[in-house]
């Protein structure tokens, strides 16, 4: 069986995610729900044939170094994917992301108007967080976009691996991928600096010299756009914080309070209404309130903020599933189950 062939069969079926795992059919992703494809058992030599067909020779050596590889892979009249190929206990194995060919506008993504201000933003740092698979990436590529369009700007972009692809419009655009371009992140936001950007993008603040330097290009002028893995705005600035030693921590404290322009934690959820997905957020904005909390380590009082904040675009997680589901676009049991306070949830959508 021919990996692209699998790859059409998964086009089909609007699938996000692609598994191929020894002693099993391929296996997808359609809505968050498992399904299996028609096609023969997959062996160990099947994938491993399917990652020579795709890999360089430099990438086939770091996976027998590491044990796991990302990359990128792109199959003309159908699209890109993001890769990772990894031993497991029957052999090789591999996960699959469907990656849309064209970046969708910011308007189409069911986000909050607010969101979209943040295309203007001439620097500090905003982050998108979330578990894996929950929409951050292609949130940033729509921002990215949404200043490639009205702007003129030098965008730099660090990925791993590269997903959306961008042409340059307005702004000049560089994108760098792990591995290839770049040894780590760290390494490549350190010489970003030096490559006269004005808005960076950092796949991953997942370490603290990433984070670190991702928060100095943010102070000394730059646009720096960033996710981390957090799945609310108060558990991510304690993660931020959390990075550096004890010593350290007031003054990152002070320093996230000046830098930090913007939150935005979001979640995916299949349509009650339609095929796809919807997604609910939580949005933290740096108000001078927000900014006090920030320096005086009283972090546990931004969900009080957010919610007494409405009025300037803010919103708690659990206000964005309670209005998807008045709207009809997820279910009842889909918000009770997810939401930060299920029983307070079930009497909000009960009213």
């Known amino acids: 069986m021919q990996l692209d062939a699998i790859l059409h069969q998964a086009a089909a079926v609007d699938a996000s995610d692609i598994h191929l795992v020894p002693g099993h059919v391929p296996m997808v992703r359609v809505d968050t729900i498992m399904r299996g494809l028609d096609g023969p058992v997959l062996t160990s030599e099947c994938i491993d044939g399917f990652v020579n067909g795709i890999a360089s020779d430099a990438q086939r050596q770091r996976l027998c170094q590491y044990k796991d590889l990302d990359l990128s892979h792109a199959v003309e009249n159908l699209g890109r994917y993001r890769v990772n190929v990894h031993h497991q206990r029957t052999g090789t194995a591999m996960a699959m992301r469907a990656i849309r060919d064209k970046v969708p506008p910011l308007d189409a993504l069911n986000l909050p108007l607010v969101v979209q201000q943040f295309a203007m933003l001439s620097r500090g740092l905003v982050l998108v967080t979330g578990d894996t698979g929950s929409g951050k990436s292609t949130t940033l590529a729509a921002i990215i976009q949404a200043i490639n369009g009205h702007q ?48 960076i993008l950092v796949g991953e603040m997942r370490d603290l010299e990433t984070t670190a330097l991702a928060m100095s290009a943010a102070e000394t002028g730059h646009l720096v756009l960033s996710t981390l893995h957090t799945v609310s705005a108060s558990q991510t600035v304690e993660r931020i914080i959390d990075m550096y030693p004890a010593n350290q ?12 322009q913007a939150v935005v934690s979001q979640t995916l959820f299949p349509r ?6 919807v997604p609910a957020v939580e949005i933290l904005l740096c108000t001078p309130a927000v900014r006090n909390l920030i320096r005086e380590n009283r972090a546990f009082e931004i969900p009080n903020v957010i919610e007494t904040s409405r009025s300037l675009g803010m919103t708690t997680l659990d206000s964005s599933i309670a209005e998807l589901c008045f709207n009809g676009l997820i279910t009842r049991e889909d918000a009770i189950t997810r939401a930060s306070h299920p029983t307070a949830m079930e009497q909000a959508i009960a009213a």
């Open 272 to 277: 009650a209404d339609a095929a796809g997905m």
């Open 152 to 199: 003129r700007k030098h965008i730099i972009t660090l990925e791993d691996p590269i997903e959306y692809t961008f042409e340059s419009r307005q702004c000049l655009i560089e994108q760098r991928e792990l591995g290839d371009d770049m040894p780590d992140f760290a390494s490549g936001l350190k010489h970003a600096l030096r490559q006269d950007p004005d808005i």
């Open 249 to 260: 921590q007031n003054q990152i404290r002070s320093m996230l309070g000046n830098t930090l």
